[in-house]
């Protein structure tokens, strides 16, 4: 067997010397990663994103002077900033006159209207739940999101809430139903069309995969359609084209770990692969043209690409 490689004898001064060279080395290129990291965190964008009415695109942007609503139609290079919310306030439906989203509270998310100008919030209805992501119909009527029922504190002492499942009520907070018995660890969602025929559902079960299903108010069922993806995290964060023909969403089935871009049919059919960056693309929204995709890479960067994979370009 080898015998370890002797170690270098230094004298004693040169061994200090050596010594704080290395430390200030180190301090230097540790005040430049510090600096890199802490330059990256205030480029981060886009904590959520949805379409307005007329097919604009919204998306949270986190600045160093704080958290900004922007507005983009379609994917112009110009955003026009429509105001300030708090880094707190999570927008997911915009109107003419308003926008609904989720507003963190001291310990879960609550439903809130939020004003156009953006200068205040008024809670839709309080639960003693958690409650994320609501979407109204086209009158206002109903009202459909994302529930976590139960909290428990993570073994770094913070407060967590699981057993996700989709509801539905009117905006009052009456006639609740819950729709989904999944009782899963995370939860994403959209409306299938522009009714409240079928949803479609990205969740994970502890220790599961990423999973997508549709669920249809009808049969009150889910049907799982995400393609079979071993040795992979499984597919995540689906959406629909606007006529709900087509799914996009994110997942590792291709390389392990790597999230790219895929689209498939709306029962499951003709999985393909869209992107191929092997960079992280997260948060996929289909435009209204159904023929665009925008989304995150890593999680920073603002891009869009066509369904076929091609005009792969970088926006913002």
Not at 171 to 192: F, H, N, Q, V, W
Not at 302 to 315: A, F, K, N, P, Y
Request: with cysteine.
């Amino acid at each position: 067997m080898d015998s370890p490689p002797l170690k270098p004898k230094f004298h004693l001064p040169y061994v200090r010397s050596r010594s704080f060279g290395t430390v200030l080395v180190s301090v230097s290129i540790g005040m430049a990663l510090l600096w890199l990291v802490l330059h990256k965190v205030t480029q981060v964008q886009s904590i959520l994103g949805c379409l307005g009415p007329n097919g604009e695109l919204y998306y949270v942007r986190q600045s160093p002077s704080g958290d900004v609503l922007v507005e983009r139609s379609g994917t112009r290079r110009t955003p026009s900033v429509l105001g300030r919310v708090k880094v707190t306030l999570q927008p997911s439906q915009v109107f003419a006159d308003k926008l609904i989203g989720s507003e963190l509270l001291s310990d879960r998310y609550q439903l809130c209207w939020i004003e156009r100008q953006l200068r205040s919030t008024r809670p839709m209805f309080r639960s003693t739940y958690s409650d994320m992501s609501p979407v109204c119909d086209s009158n206002c009527s109903q009202v459909a999101f994302i529930r976590a029922a139960r909290s428990y504190t993570s073994g770094w002492g913070s407060l967590e809430w699981t057993d996700w499942d989709l509801y539905l009520a009117k905006p009052d907070g009456s006639d609740l139903r819950r729709l989904t018995k999944l009782t899963a660890k995370e939860m994403t969602y959209c409306p299938i069309g522009p009714g409240f025929d079928r949803f479609l559902l990205g969740w994970r079960i502890p220790y599961g995969q990423y999973e997508i299903g549709v669920f249809s108010l009808a049969s009150g069922q889910v049907k799982r359609i995400s393609p079979e993806s071993p040795n992979s995290y499984g597919c995540a964060e689906p959406t629909s084209s606007a006529d709900g023909t087509v799914v996009v969403f994110r997942s590792d089935r291709a390389v392990p770990g790597a999230y790219e871009l895929w689209r498939m049919d709306v029962d499951g059919a003709h999985p393909r692969q869209i992107t191929k960056l092997g960079r992280r693309c997260s948060q996929p929204i289909v435009l209204r043209d159904g023929k665009t995709i925008v989304f995150l890479v890593d999680e920073v960067e603002l891009w869009q690409v066509s369904m076929d994979g091609s005009e792969l370009t970088r926006i913002e």
